[in-house]
């Protein structure tokens, strides 16, 4: 088992293909982003032989990210690949986040693999709006690929970013849409994260807030769903599905962190919100044998931190961390 130094067994492993994504979100990446080399990133060989490696420590749940995961070259290939380790029984999820741009074309055989629960990134369910916030976005594809995946007898989850001035008004009818639909839906407060053209102070909106909103509207329960990620539950009683709110900046989500992130370059980061970072690409390329591989896992989640120090100033509106989020991983 991989355990860090405040005895919280690593079990979840979020592994980023590419950086690459086929959508601009204004608060989540530059408009004219530049992209790594090919070199650059793990064939998808390596990405297996890491993953792989993670699942023989005890990673139990696999999250393929980007960027946007289904715009990688024969990334199915590696899907189809890490299905074995459900197949045997010692993985126990195989899951993605996707904005469900290119998702019809690979519902169907996502659910094949073993795939049973997807994350969608959706922030908005107006055409004009969407496209403005993803800059070219288009919100008929993206509603069609959410059905497919659910067609394809797939759970849908969907995150929404809450921003200010942007899409808080109609995050009720989201939360009604989604319901209706058979989904669940959580909320993320803006993350600090790589520097884009616009304050995100602008925009910030903390979740504390929209919670006390939905109340005037809704009853809402606690329950105690944990789904592996850092997201808190509600049961909305009049609605009948659950709510969840993502809340990095107003109440962190570290004391019961289970995760780490790889990056398509092979870089581990045992912290979101913090940039020491582990290069494991040197160590799958230099050694044929996977225990080198290991003393590096040993090493790397021996420097896990307590938890991160994101915070939105309005007087130091600059990055927390200098890296986007498409880079680490969604």
Same mark, same amino acid.
């Given at each position: ?9 690593? @079990?979840?492993? *979020? %592994? ?13 990446? $530059? ?27 005890? %990673? /139990? ?6 960027? !946007? ?9 590696? +899907? ?9 029984? $010692? ?25 049973? *629960? ?15 916030? @993803?800059? @070219? ?22 995150? $929404? ?12 009818? +989201? ?5 209706? !639909? ?7 407060? @803006? +993350? ?16 504390? %807030?929209?919670? !006390? ?38 109440? #962190?989500?570290?004391?019961?962190? #289970? ?22 690409? /040197? ?12 003393? $590096? ?5 021996? *420097?896990?931190? /307590?938890?991160?120090?994101? %915070? ?5 509106? *600059? ?5 986007? +989020? ?5």
């Amino acid at each position: 088992m991989l355990v860090d130094p405040f005895g919280r067994h690593v @079990t979840y492993l *979020r %592994v980023s293909v590419t950086d690459r994504c086929d959508l601009r979100c204004t608060y989540c990446m $530059a408009e004219n982003m530049t992209f790594l080399p090919k070199r650059e990133l793990l064939t998808l060989e390596e990405l297996d032989r890491l993953c792989t490696a993670f699942v023989e420590r005890g %990673v /139990k749940k696999l999250r393929i990210t980007g960027g !946007e995961p289904l715009v990688r070259r024969d990334v199915m290939k590696l +899907m189809r690949a890490l299905g074995r380790h459900l197949d045997s029984g $010692a993985l126990e999820e195989l899951t993605l986040t996707t904005n469900a741009n290119q998702l019809a074309r690979h519902a169907a055989e996502l659910a094949g693999i073993g795939v049973k *629960r997807i994350n969608v990134s959706l922030d908005s369910l107006d055409p004009d709006r969407f496209r403005a916030i @993803t800059r @070219t976005g288009d919100l008929s594809k993206v509603l069609g690929g959410i059905k497919a995946a659910k067609d394809a007898g797939i759970a849908v989850k969907l995150n $929404a970013v809450a921003l200010s001035g942007l899409n808080e008004d109609e995050l009720p009818r +989201m939360v009604e849409w989604a319901h209706g !639909e058979g989904h669940d839906i959580t909320f993320i407060e @803006t +993350m600090p994260m790589g520097e884009i053209e616009e304050d995100r102070t602008m925009h910030y909106l903390p979740l504390s %807030v929209l919670r !006390e909103r939905f109340e005037e509207r809704w009853t809402l329960e606690d329950i105690p769903l944990n789904t592996g990620g850092p997201a808190r539950y509600v049961r909305s009683v009049e609605t009948g599905g659950r709510i969840g709110f993502i809340t990095p900046l107003t109440h #962190n989500f570290c004391e019961g962190c #289970n995760r780490v992130r790889l990056t398509c370059t092979g870089m581990l980061y045992m912290c979101l919100g913090q940039e020491d970072s582990a290069d494991l690409r /040197k160590v799958v390329r230099d050694s044929e044998s996977n225990e080198a591989i290991h003393a $590096a896992l040993d090493e790397a989640i021996a *420097r896990k931190p /307590k938890g991160h120090d994101f %915070v939105i100033d309005r007087g130091a509106p *600059r990055a927390a961390v200098p890296r986007h +989020m498409s880079v680490t991983g969604g």
